[in-house]
């Protein structure tokens, strides 16, 4: 079974050791070329472009990327990016004073601002699950996330895969637990489609945002909101555009709510329409497609998993089942400087570039000075590039830094 990697010259990559596709990705050249000749085209014929035949090319587009998830195209939307999706769904809710979104504490800092700016705007509240790290298995995930929820829990916002610390949560059983006590779920996938096996029909939940410009190495702006077909009325937009008040008996049997999201004023969609080529263009570059990166990403990850907990003199935080193609360990804490930044600049990850040419993001989590080292597997990342993180990050902890 090879674990070889994707020719890099396919990307625009920088030399260097890149472990940090987790954060924005990595668009492939052909994507990127095949981008710039639809911005082309909307410049030369910008009338043709968006109102001849934009739609037809979002509907394709729409079809493509919904079948890779499976999800439902009725209820499926594109937007710029997983965080958009989430403000959506939670712009939605309807809460009252005193009523709860849940979320963990593994989630990601932006959509839990965006959920207590909804919650206090309604005199609501959100509340947190505590999940531990340490010695953490799916039972653990799922019972740390129920015991958390209250008679006035409305809706649950979890994490597919956590982005400060790489779990892949059991997101099926999460989201079939809270239904059973009666809570729906907010899925943020942003990390998903491209790293796990993904059929959002099976998940079940209410609603699942998602990125396509990190995994499925698609263009930045690309992103996608499934509803299940019970959650679409009432579900708009950020932003409130023609599709709102667009006659129906004049959609040319367009649903409302596709109205609403494929137009919400003048923007560039080319990074919607080359999703599905990236799907095509990365999974055609393995013998077993998508699956097969899935599961080299996968193997190649645990196996730098265990190099680095051993340099590092570490357990391994969590069970292998719960890791994809991103992992996290525990450094020693940073000391008494100041805190390190969210966005993952911190004076260690400043040093490992500088010193070694390693991109990887030093996450301080759950607060400074405690941090994590989180490394991520692509298609284009080879078992050296690890094997020069673990000994720049030895070399650099052993400087005191």
């Not at 309807?94 to 909804?118: E, K, M, S």
């Not at 609403?260 to 003048?266: L, M, N, Q, V």
Request: include cysteine; charged fraction near 20%.
């Amino acid at each position: 079974m090879s674990d070889a990697a994707a020719p890099r010259e396919a990307w625009t990559l920088a030399p260097g050791v890149f472990l940090n596709h987790g954060s924005f990705g990595a668009c492939p050249r052909a994507v990127l070329e095949r981008q710039a000749a639809l911005r082309a085209e909307m410049e030369r014929r910008p009338i043709g472009f968006f109102l001849d035949d934009l739609q037809t090319r979002l509907d394709a587009a729409r079809a493509a990327v919904a079948a890779f998830v499976d999800a439902d195209p009725a209820g499926f939307a594109f937007v710029r990016n997983a965080s958009e999706g989430v403000n959506a769904v939670l712009r939605a809710l309807r809460l009252a004073p005193g009523d709860q979104i849940l979320l963990t504490d593994h989630g990601y800092g932006a959509c839990a601002h965006a959920a207590r700016y909804v919650a206090e705007r309604a005199g609501g509240e959100v509340i947190t699950a505590r999940i531990p790290f340490t010695g953490l298995t799916a039972d653990g995930v799922v019972d740390a996330i129920v015991r958390a929820v209250t008679p006035r829990t409305r809706l649950a916002l979890i994490d597919h895969v956590t982005s400060p610390t790489g779990l892949v949560l059991p997101i099926a059983r999460v989201v079939a637990a809270l239904a059973e006590r009666g809570v729906e779920t907010l899925v943020d996938g942003a990390h998903g489609p491209g790293m796990v096996p993904l059929s959002v029909r099976e998940i079940g939940a209410a609603y699942y945002v998602a990125n396509l410009h990190k995994w499925v190495c698609g263009p930045k702006g690309a992103g996608f909101l499934a509803a299940r077909p019970d959650r679409l009325a009432g579900l708009h937009p950020v932003v409130i555009s023609h599709g709102h008040g667009f006659p129906l008996d004049q959609a040319g049997g367009r649903s409302r709510f596709h109205l609403e999201f494929d137009w919400t004023g003048t923007d560039d969609p080319s990074p919607w329409l080359c999703a599905p080529l990236a799907i095509a263009a990365v999974g055609g570059m393995h013998p077993q497609g998508w699956p097969g990166w899935m599961a080299r990403n996968r193997r190649v990850a645990l196996a730098g998993r265990r190099r680095l907990a051993a340099a590092l003199g570490v357990e391994l935080p969590c069970a292998d089942d719960l890791i994809g193609s991103m992992a996290a360990l525990p450094l020693p804490p940073a000391g008494h400087g100041p805190p390190d930044s969210p966005l993952y600049t911190s004076p260690l990850q400043a040093t490992l570039r500088a010193k070694a040419g390693v991109e990887v993001p030093i996450v301080p989590w759950p607060a400074h000075p405690r941090r994590l080292v989180r490394f991520s597997v692509a298609p284009y990342t080879t078992p050296a590039e690890i094997d020069t993180l673990v000994e720049a990050l030895v070399d650099a902890l052993g400087a005191g830094r």
